[in-house]
């Protein structure tokens, strides 16, 4: 199952060869996390920034990729501070510059940050999700062939930037170009922040740390400010849009085409949310096979809690759900690939034209509303676990608080997830009105193709086992999807009819959009899931399958309302999927340590006592609690404040008396 889960034997060899150069690495040391000041954790985290330079100049990039995806799961502060230079900074040159362009930062030191670190401002106090009311200026001077960068307003301060606080020379700048007092909307520029050598900051801007944050304590997120600060015409990032000397400016034919490397991050974090969730459930599941609580029989061993019905139900629809997100992010991080390669060769006359721009829409839509759905799933599965693990949860040793609080921030960066997921009902209402127009649709919307065959149709299953089959369930969920991406689109167009503006339009109808977009992501990731099965090795399908069908109808009982409203099931079809919901748990339930197990994270990644592979939890939990904390002593302030308090003289108004009877 690990080799399958991994794309194979040699990809299962070096994650366990990369996990143990982390486990064997004291500057990678996190199991006393917990423990340390900020200005610690600060610093060790630029301890880890900087190791994991050192393996970036010398590893093949294959090589260093996977070990970015396990470092996200067991120091995500580090991954996102040493991310924002190679994945954002360095990503919107590699996207944006010219060849020239991308050869002089390169020199520069853009690859390795020798000589350079660099920061993503994009984000400003005022906006976020909004990119094109971003308030930060620059303005074209013609005579001295410079941009002046420029914070006009509080709310123009950029904000949440990662690594402006203490890490970073230099920022990839998101401002509104305006070259003879005509305004073009947001660019990129590269502006230097302070000198690499002295770190003093460069004239003209000033930066500060943003304070106190949820998670991800080793990010020094900061503000900055510019004020008149010149830059060479040569830092905008010219790929797409260009100015001239003489302030010529030069729209590229395909602006949208710009905006296809930013997919990326949406991307990346569907897998993230899976791989999150799996170390999450690798924790609850274990310790719920260690764990006793009570007993049936007087006089025998207490039951452990994965036997307990209620116990399976709250963990193992969630494991299956785990394999979903799996499944989707190799398919949808598969898409991105591909159509990252068709665009950096991609020309405006290029035949193949017309297909790429429909894929590009096609992701764009689609990673939108699977960022949030993962995302909030994941966050969901989290909690959920910390839950599950009873009062030993709280604490903060058992690794679920710190990964609820550090994960939790993907809801909102990279776009907030109620704005994506109406970025998806958007674009499921286009994909409804094409196909209403006769234009056929592709991919995971090619359902739209036969609304009208679909809007009739009924499950005819007579028996529990002829209704809990996974064609059943595929189509059940396109029939759903079906109806409701249709009463959006509906909604939208009665409300154009009766005299709003298209965008109004769509406001209008957020609430139906927001409800197709949730309805189609599940859906969505069903039908991944199935097409994840069918790939399996033969011995791998029947537990699978178990998973797969235990995803869709899990879902189905969860969405109910939906799927009686559209009458695909029957109230007695709904309560015999209800049913097997729980012989899936039941029977999944002797496989599920063995499946968490097939995702072969280390205890070093798993970093939490309750969530050993050998199941040693209590000793292991107390033994790190003692190792942290020495047995209580006298507190340094018993003299200044408790001594005085237990030793007050009583007032009147604090005697007890007691009523004689």
């Known amino acids: 199952m690990t080799y399958f889960l991994d794309g194979g034997k040699q990809n299962t060899l070096l994650n366990e060869k990369l996990m143990l150069s982390f486990e064997r690495d004291p500057v990678m040391k996190t199991i006393d996390q917990n423990d340390l000041s900020l200005a610690e954790i600060r610093e060790r985290t630029m301890q880890k920034v900087a190791r994991m330079a050192t393996y970036l100049a010398s590893e093949p990039v294959s ?86 960068i420029h914070t006009p307003t509080v709310t123009a301060t950029k ?10 020379t230099h920022a990839a700048v998101y401002a509104n170009l305006i070259v003879k007092g005509k305004s073009y909307g947001p660019k990129t520029f590269i502006v230097q922040l302070r000198d690499p050598k002295t770190f003093q900051l460069m004239p003209g801007v000033v930066c500060g740390d943003i304070g106190a944050k949820m998670g991800r304590h080793g990010i020094d997120n900061g503000w900055i400010q510019f004020t008149h600060v010149r830059i060479p015409r040569s830092h905008m990032l010219m790929k797409h849009a260009k100015v001239k000397a003489d302030g010529t400016v030069i729209q590229p034919p395909l602006q949208q085409l710009a905006y296809g490397a930013l997919i ?91 297909d790429v721009l429909n894929s590009l829409k096609e992701l764009h839509g689609t990673s939108a509303g699977l960022k949030a759905f993962c995302t909030w799933n994941a966050l969901d599965t989290i909690d959920q676990c910390r839950q599950s693990l009873g009062g030993h949860g709280y604490s903060a040793y058992a690794g ?46 090619a359902y739209l193709n036969n609304v009208d065959k679909l809007l009739n149709a009924r499950c005819v299953g007579k028996t529990p086992e002829e209704v809990c089959r996974l064609d059943v369930i595929a189509e059940a969920y396109q029939v759903v999807a079906a109806n409701v991406v249709k009463k959006a689109g509906e909604d939208f167009e009665a409300n154009v009819k009766r005299g709003l503006k298209e965008d109004e339009a769509y406001e209008e109808c957020s609430q139906a959009r927001l409800y197709a977009a949730k309805i189609h992501s599940y859906g969505y990731l069903f039908h991944r899931f199935k097409d994840g099965l069918q790939k399996a090795p ?98 340094e302030y018993f003299g200044r404040l408790t001594q005085p308090f237990l030793n007050r003289k009583a007032s009147q108004e604090e005697s007890l008396e007691l009523e004689d009877d």
């Open 63 to 148: 090589h260093f990729k996977a070990r970015m995806n396990i470092l996200t799961l067991f120091d995500p502060a580090a991954w996102t501070r040493f991310g924002v230079h190679i994945g954002l900074f360095f990503g919107a040159l590699q996207g944006q510059s010219t060849p020239e362009q991308f050869s002089h930062w390169v020199s520069k030191g853009a690859i390795t940050m020798n000589g350079m670190a660099g920061c993503f401002a994009m984000t400003e106090l005022g906006h976020g999700s909004n990119v094109a009311g971003l308030e930060t200026t620059a303005t074209y001077d013609e005579a001295s062939e410079e941009f002046i």
């Open 400 to 445: 679920l608080a710190s990964l609820y609080s550090d994960f939790a921030v993907q809801c909102t960066w990279e776009g907030d997830n109620t704005i994506l997921t109406l970025q998806a009902g958007r674009y499921l209402i286009s994909c409804f009105r094409e196909a209403k127009a006769g234009v056929k649709q592709a991919g995971g919307v």
């Open 538 to 635: 033969e011995a791998l399908k029947p537990v699978l399958q178990k998973l797969c069908l235990l995803y869709g109808l899990h879902h189905i009982v969860e969405l109910s309302g939906a799927f009686l409203q559209y009458e695909f099931f029957n109230p007695r079809q709904i309560d015999w999927i209800r049913a097997h919901v729980s012989s899936l748990c039941r029977a999944i339930r002797k496989d599920a340590v063995p499946l968490t197990d097939a995702f072969n994270y280390s205890d070093f990644i798993i970093n939490s006592p309750l969530g050993r592979y050998d199941g040693n939890v209590y000793e292991s939990y107390f033994n790190l609690v003692q190792t942290a904390h020495k047995p209580a002593q006298v507190p």
């Open 159 to 168: 904000w949440w930037i990662g690594g402006a606080a203490q890490t970073c």
């Open 264 to 354: 990326g991050g949406r991307v990346s974090m569907i897998f993230d949310s899976a791989n999150i969730s799996k170390k999450a459930l690798t924790i609850a599941i274990r310790y719920a096979a260690v764990r006793r609580q009570f007993g049936s029989k007087p006089g025998q061993p207490e039951t452990k809690l994965l036997d307990y019905v209620i116990h399976q139900h709250r963990l193992i629809p969630m494991l299956a759900r785990a394999f979903a997100m799996h499944f989707t992010g190799i398919e949808v991080t598969a898409m991105y690939d591909t159509l990252m390669q068709r665009m950096d060769t991609l020309g405006p006359k290029d035949k193949d034209l017309d």
